[in-house]
T-cell receptor
Framework: GDSVTQMEGPVTLSEEAFLTINCTYT??????LFWYVQYPGEGLQLLLK?????DKGSNKGFEATYRKETTSFHLEKGSVQVSDSAVYFC????????????FGSGTRLQVQP | DVKVTQSSRYLVKRTGEKVFLECVQD?????MFWYRQDPGLGLRLIYF???????EKGDIPEGYSVSREKKERFSLILESASTNQTSMYLC??????????FGQGTRLTVV
């Protein structure tokens, strides 16, 4: 079945450091890929998405590129802030059959001042 | 702003109680979902619905049922709550192939 694998956390960085959170996937067909963020005590919010190979999603300084050849969608940010501290989820959707997103286990990011 | 609203942020229930979690969306989405979130396990799909009165089992449906009598409302029912159902429950809705929108979550504790 479809699955998403994320690097385990927590990831602890100092402010202004470079961030990479790895995400790889297994899917039948051609999935759409998503990154969601969850701030403490809240639900999930869409951070960015990409719907086909080589697409780059970007938002709030975060970027991820859909790499079909390596089945990856790694999240990057050039300079993290304390306010980026949250849990990040990689997800996919294969748009045949059920319309639910399949999520990775989440990666907690802690940014220290 | 689009909105998915869950009826409670926090709930404490006793073992054996019947528990109802309510979710309402105002975006006219045909697809609605219930997930549970547990540390280290990410989000796991319990049930989903693609139309009024239609429902499909997700990956972990045991011990749960759902109801969708109106397009905007999707209810999760714990028939007889157990301690292993203590978790964060997240409702989401989605229009076709677009992004999913989530509610703020309900943290359920079963004692």
């Amino acid at each position: 079945g479809d699955s998403v694998t994320q690097m385990e956390g927590p990831v602890t960085l100092s402010e202004e450091a470079f961030l990479t959170i790895n995400c790889t996937y297994t899917a039948t067909g051609y999935p759409s890929l998503f990154w969601y963020v969850q701030y403490p005590g809240e639900g999930l919010q869409l951070l960015l998405k990409a719907t086909k190979a080589d697409d780059k999603g970007s938002n709030k300084g975060f970027e991820a590129t859909y790499r079909k050849e390596t089945t990856s969608f790694h999240l990057e940010k050039g300079s993290v802030q304390v306010s980026d501290s949250a849990v990040y989820f990689c997800a996919l959707s294969v748009d045949t059959g059920r319309r639910a997103l399949t999520f990775g286990s989440g990666t907690r990011l802690q940014v220290q001042p | 702003d689009v909105k998915v609203t869950q009826s409670s942020r926090y709930l404490v229930k006793r073992t054996g109680e019947k528990v109802f979690l309510e979710c309402v969306q105002d975006m006219d989405h045909e697809n609605m979902f219930w997930y549970r979130q547990d540390p280290g396990l990410g989000l796991r799909l319990i049930y989903f619905s693609y139309d009024v009165k239609m429902k499909e089992k997700g990956d972990i449906p045991e011990g749960y049922s759902v109801s969708r009598e109106k397009k905007e409302r999707f209810s999760l029912i714990l028939e007889s709550a157990s301690t292993n159902q203590t978790s964060m429950y997240l409702c989401a809705s989605r229009l076709a192939d677009t992004e999913a929108f989530f509610g703020q979550g309900t943290r359920l504790t079963v004692v």
